[in-house]
């Protein structure tokens, strides 16, 4: 009874093929959300506040949504971004995604806490196949450079310091479902309390004195970029820039940490205008994540600035539910969503994408 994969026609409908597929732990631990769930369920309705202003009469017969992201010319403006725990849905884990990945040829970022070693994961890309690497910063700084380093001379693109998360967030879902998988062979070690659920077990070595201060020691042990994830406020994009960071990811981590929090976009948003009031809307690269689920809200966040969008909870569905035939098409699915809608706004590249072509008068800023 199981729908056959070419009945699933948007990103929506493998969560709900997952729903009713997946072990009940591994759903609650990637379904859940903060407290209430109201970020995580905003994170997609805000794009909904938003509406297009397309334009007529242009020549779209060719559409090329090719992009860069920190350098790596990628096939779509989306990225996979860093989820921890792939093997609670997939026994194979976040291999699966990294095939996915290089057959579609976008970027898929490394979490610190991935089921499958990092060694795994790399070996697992093919050729000059491009991959970023989520970091979770350890208390014993030593452990962390050991991370960095060795990320670094396997040649991982970029480094994203996740910053939103000094103490994981209490999703209760996950809680009341107890964490008794051992779907991971993470870093964290033998001293992990399971009744708080997935997330906290796995989570206790974060180090929730990281503070701006330790920027200037990540410059000096790597080359790799940087790119602080979870940003939620134009102050601290701004500060960041003068930290010298090559970017940041605005997100508040899929709503699983600090319930209402703002959406990604709805920052967005706020943090464009003024970066181009001072003239810094290209002296950093800016990410969006939370709520990606068309193609639509990717143009949405490239018209008012992003340079791309990462994508967690569909593919994690895609690939519980169908393995890696699961997340080759939901990609699939959202290239030609792309084309098609690229087209009728009326724009044949990725460079035309602007503010005009969006209406934000829907969004609270205003
Ligand atoms: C995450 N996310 C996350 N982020 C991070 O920096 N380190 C991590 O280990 C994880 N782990 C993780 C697990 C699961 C199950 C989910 C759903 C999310 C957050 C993730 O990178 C991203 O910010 C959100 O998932 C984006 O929202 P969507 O696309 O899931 O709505």
Known sequence: RMPILEQCYNLMDFEAVARNVMKKTAWAYY??????????????????KI???????????????????????????FYVTATALGKLGNPEGEVVLTRAAKKHNVIQMIPTLASC??????????????????????????????IVQHAEKRCCKGLFITVDAPQLGRREKDMRSKFTDTGSNV??????????????????????????????????????????KGVQRVEDVIRAIESGVQGVVLSNHGGRQLDFARSGIEVLAEVMPVLRERGWENRIEIFVDGGVRRATDIIKALCLGAKG???????LYAMSAYGQPGVDRAMQLLKDEMEMNMRLIGCSSVEQLNPTLVDTRGLSMH
């Open 309 to 315: 969008v990462g994508i967690g909870r569909p593919f």
């Open 117 to 146: 070693s990092f060694d795994e994961i790399m070996d697992a890309a093919e050729g000059d196949q491009v991959q970023w690497m989520q970091l979770y910063v350890n208390k014993d700084r030593e452990i962390t450079k050991k």
């Open 51 to 77: 509406w297009f202003r397309p334009r007529v009469l242009v020549d779209v017969e060719k559409i090329d949504f090719t992009t860069t992201m920190l350098g790596t010319k990628v096939d779509i403006p």
């Open 187 to 228: 870093q964290a070690g033998s001293s992990t309390d399971n009744s708080q659920g997935a997330a906290r077990a796995i989570s206790s070595f974060i180090d929730p004195g990281l503070s701006w201060k330790d920027i200037p020691w990540f410059q000096s042990i790597t080359k790799m970029p940087i790119i602080l």
């Open 31 to 48: 379904s859940s959300g903060a407290d209430d769930e109201i970020t995580m369920r905003e994170n997609h309705s805000a794009f909904h």
